[in-house]
């Protein structure tokens, strides 16, 4: 196979890499942008599978020359980008964020990254936006894979002299891989599907059988034409419409790496044309060239950039003026540090690569070791704001009665969680986090001795009877079970609360209300009461944070920069589409904690309402709960 240049994966890196920028940009309707990094593990998987069987075929085959070209095309842009990103860390980021950013960067070093915030904070969590280097996590997913490949495919070469057999053996491995991606979806541990490399080894592999010498090659030009038309389809329709969630990677990852392996498939052979300089198609090879520069260092600027804005947003013009220093900044890293390595300009022989890989190694972790040191004497600035500081790390697992009644660890509630009481009024709190936060609320704006309340909560499920709704199998088993709960028992309230805004994203909403309206037809068809609080209230970003960062910069902070003014909104819908009937009655949270929708950032003198992005304190569920209680016919 000839390993000519390729014009059509530079478009295809073009492809990759723009949908990840518009996807942490925010773009609107790029809602599946995150599948631009699968693509990417597609690539790579093809190009290196592709020049090391062409070299073992050959017989020049080395891991010392192998080696040498990674160090040379991941490394230089790489540790730059590092270097440069802990400049503004000392003036951005607090105490404890900064203690974990020269932690991630020794993690970058020692290539685990991926370990490294993969206990840290999932992916897709609020708190992410936050970390300048989670992006870094998928890099050590693929330098993990250039340290197995090439020993495999030697291994493979060795063993399996025939060309068959080496697809044959690649493709086992690639349906062994995806099986066990699937088996941690199905166990509920899509983290670990997400940044393992084991896991993630299937999208490498699949692009790598493409290069392998028994695949069968497309030559007629209509067929090639069909292939890419079909490619394209595959790789859009996850870009623009899959959603971020614990239901990635797993089957949803199919679709984009099929897609990519089946573009590169289809230009096998197809020669790269001389194009006009404004052609479209030159303009998409440009982004493919500086793509690895442009996802370097668009997820640092997009952090940075938000942390110097009050409500830690950016807006449309922000937005697009952060993409053209991006462009700038990946183009400048692109021209003087990755193509002068590449080309030996810079570090001429081997040798030279590894002692200045080996040597930038050692002073990062070097820098990593001191700015964790520095990191652990607070400023004045920082100790005035360690109150909110400690927010990052707030304990609410007993405040939800975390593994008992929320996400139960057995996965089945007790009897302490729902057991009636004789002679009190019975009332079960029903949800997912966003009810369960309300819980220590309740508890302290009801009379015990006449109310007994109630609590079944899991994690991101939505409360309905309808268990085919549900996402995953955690959330099935909690629908079945709460269907078996209210055909043996009979509360007298039923409150179901829940992240309304998440279960609510276009075009979920109908779907949403009519699985509602249902689920409380057959709760009052049993005779059970039921009230629906509408949504929480929520905030842009971890309110903490946002407070944090105005306390540092002085400035005010005000609920219209802070609040997520979509949560009014969506009250509204809710409010028209589920009006009060007999034995069910629609609560809005908001209307009675945001008059003229100000809602407070702070109760009991400084405490934030929330420790996130949304879910209560401790003192802000017995703030909102003491205006919504006696809507329920509740009192001290």
Known sequence: ?????????????????????????????????????????????????????????????????????????????????????????????????????????????TFTSNFFFWFQTGYFDHAAVEKPLLHTWSLAVEEQFYLA??????????????????????????????????????????????????????????????????FPVLRHALAQQIARGVALVLIAIPIFSLRQGPGFPGFNALAPCVGAAVFIWSGIGVPTLKRNAASPLNVARFFGQISYSLYLWHWPLFTFARFSKNSLVLDATDKVALFALTVAISYLSWRFIEQPFRSKALAPTRRAAFQAAGLASVVLLAGSALGIALSRTPSEADRAALQLESYNAYNHQPLYRFGDCFAPVSGVFGDSCLALAAGKTNWLLWGDSLAAHYFYGLTKTTNPQAVNILQATQAACMPTLNAAAQGNASCRSFA???????????????????????????????????????????????????????????????????????????IEARP??????????????????????????????????????????????GIPLSWDHAHLTAEGSSYVMGKVAPMLGAGK
């Not at 599948?35 to 093809?46: A, E, K, L, P, Q």
């Not at 509360?491 to 609510?504: G, N």
């Not at 979920?508 to 509408?534: H, P, W, Y």
């Not at 219209?560 to 589409?577: H, S």
């Open 149 to 214: 490949l090439p020993l495999m495919l030697w291994g493979l070469a060795r063993v399996a002299g025939r060309r068959l057999a080496l697809s044959a053996a690649l493709g086992a491995l690639t349906l062994a891989s995806f099986a066990l991606s699937i088996w941690l979806m199905n166990s509920d541990r899509s983290a670990n599907a997400f940044f393992m490399s084991p896991p993630r080894a299937w999208e490498f592999l699949i692009g790598g059988l493409v290069a392998t010498p028994g």
């Open 480 to 554: 079945a079970q709460m269907e078996a709960f209210f055909r043996d028992r009979r509360p007298d309230l039923v409150i179901m609360s829940a992240d309304w805004l998440e279960y609510a994203r276009p075009p979920r909403i109908d779907g949403m209300i009519a699985d509602l309206r249902q689920t409380i037809s057959k709760l009052n068809e049993r005779g059970i009461a039921v009230v629906l609080l509408g949504p929480a209230v929520q905030f842009r970003a971890r309110l903490p944070s946002m407070l944090m960062r105005a306390h540092l910069r002085s």
């Open 1 to 109: 196979m000839r390993r000519d240049y390729r014009e059509d994966i530079d478009w295809l890196r073009a492809i990759a890499v723009l949908a990840v920028v518009a996807f942490h940009f925010e773009a609107p309707a790029v809602f599946g942008g995150f599948v631009g990094v699968d693509i990417f593990f597609v690539i790579s998987g093809y190009l290196i599978t592709g020049i090391i069987q062409s070299e073992l075929q050959g017989g020049t085959f080395s891991f010392a020359r192998f080696y040498e070209r990674r160090v040379r095309r991941l490394l230089p842009a790489l540790y730059a980008m590092v270097a440069l990103t802990a400049i503004p860390s000392f003036h951005y980021l607090l105490t404890s964020e900064r203690a974990e950013f020269f932690r991630s960067v020794a993690a970058v070093v």
């Open 560 to 605: 219209d920069d802070f609040v997520l003014p979509e949560i009014f909104t969506l009250d509204q819908t809710m409010k028209a589409a589920l009006p009060a009937q007999a034995k069910f009655a629609y609560i809005s949270v908001v209307d009675a904690v945001c008059p003229s929708r100000q809602c407070p950032l702070t109760v009991d003198g």
